[in-house]
């Protein structure tokens, strides 16, 4: 259900997380180094991250990327609602303006729309639930890993 967008952003942003606490920052070729991500896409969602206030950056030699919070204080759903938006898994189960799926003509009447709403909030409390200090973890809510 994640773009690649999420899931580059997440192991891009478990690998901060897990630098946390040094003073350098990351540059965008460690983090590509470490987790195989294309470089020009990991460089616009680092950007995008930052624009939300996630990341902070700084240019030159010693320049990169850092998590602008403890990542304790960083949760998942931070994460992907910054990346992919909302978590609803179709268009009628948006907490905010949902709207009718396609062949679809009365989402108030729409058998599936109260499971996607489940999914929904099953998802987002999950990932409200899990920071990034969790993700660079390794941490796994049925405690496997």
Same mark, same amino acid.
């Given at each position: 259900m994640f773009s690649s967008k999420a899931r580059y952003g997440l192991k891009a942003m478990a690998v901060l997380a897990d630098r946390?606490?040094?003073e350098d920052y990351v540059s965008v070729e460690? #983090?590509?180094a470490s987790e195989h991500t294309p470089a020009k896409f990991l460089e616009s969602i680092l950007t995008l991250l930052r624009k939300q206030g996630l990341l902070v950056s700084r240019r030159g030699p010693a320049g990169g990327f850092r998590l602008a919070r403890p990542p304790r204080d960083i949760s998942l759903a931070e994460?992907?609602?910054t990346l992919d938006g909302a978590f609803a898994p179709t268009t009628c189960a948006r907490s905010r303006n949902? #709207?009718?799926c396609e062949g679809c003509e009365d989402m108030e009447q729409c058998y599936i729309?109260?499971?996607m709403r489940q999914v929904r909030d099953e998802?987002?409390?999950v990932l409200e639930g899990q920071s990034l200090a969790d993700l660079a973890d390794g941490y796994a809510p049925d405690g496997s890993n």
């Open positions: 946390y606490g040094a460690e #983090i590509v994460v992907v609602r949902p #709207i009718c729309r109260p499971f998802m987002a409390a």
